[in-house]
T-cell receptor, first 116, second 108 residues
């Protein structure tokens, strides 16, 4: 079945530094990937839609200059949290759809970011 | 905003059927009903989806009312490993907006 892999699964960084999270579709191509954020005891919140070869589309209230998204290939999207602060500590989850099919969205296992 | 309403929590005895309801009274004709679940500290797992007809797979059954304003996810024989938050989502495409879901607790 379709597998979406995220790396790293967890990361701790110091305030002010930047962190890159990778999302890969392992056995399929994905023109579109989605990035979500989840705070403790809350639901997933859609941050942005990552489009291969073009700019990402951000949801209202999500700062595009803070959360940089790059989707340079059909199997890889990256989310970079720039100048991270403690309030950016969260669970970041990506998802991907198999291009050219009507198969459902598959999710990665998430990346837990802790900013100290 | 999420377009679905689900109970906050439910309990189910192990081995019994778990029936999780979802209301989506404003669903549009081109919107599918998707069900995902999330076990603690993991990414959501796809369960099943449908448009108008009832659907069944190895994990669950999805019953959609004729007017499509509500649906029920059925786990036929719940196990302890089915304890999770279950999300019902309606969407015409891949862009899924999650609501608060139902926390299902399966007990021995």
């Amino acid at each position: 079945g379709a597998v979406v892999s995220q790396h790293p699964s967890w990361v701790i960084c110091k305030s002010g530094t930047s962190v890159k999270i990778e999302c890969r579709s392992l056995d399929f191509q994905a023109t579109t990937m989605f990035w979500y954020r989840q705070f403790p005891k809350q639901s997933l919140m859609l941050m942005a839609t990552s489009n291969e070869g073009s700019k990402a589309t951000y949801e209202q209230g999500v700062e595009k200059d803070k959360f940089l998204i790059n989707h340079a290939s059909l199997t890889l999207s990256t989310l970079t949290v720039t100048s991270a602060h403690p309030e950016d500590s969260s669970f970041y989850i990506c998802s991907a759809h198999m291009t050219g099919t009507n198969s459902p969205l598959h999710f990665g296992n998430g990346t837990r970011l802790t900013v100290t | 905003d999420a377009k679905t309403t689900q109970p906050t929590s439910m309990d189910c005895a192990e081995g019994r059927a778990a029936n999780l309801p979802c209301n989506h009274s404003t669903i549009s004709g081109n919107e599918y009903v998707y069900w995902y679940r999330q076990i603690h500290s993991q990414g959501p797992q796809y369960i099943i989806h449908g448009l108008k007809n009832n659907e069944t797979n190895e994990m669950a059954s999805l019953i959609i009312t004729e007017d499509r304003k509500s649906s029920t996810l059925i786990l036929p024989h719940a196990t302890l490993r089915d304890t999770a938050v279950y999300y019902c989502i309606v969407s015409p495409d891949d862009k899924l907006i999650f609501g608060t879901g139902t926390r299902l607790q399966v007990f021995p």
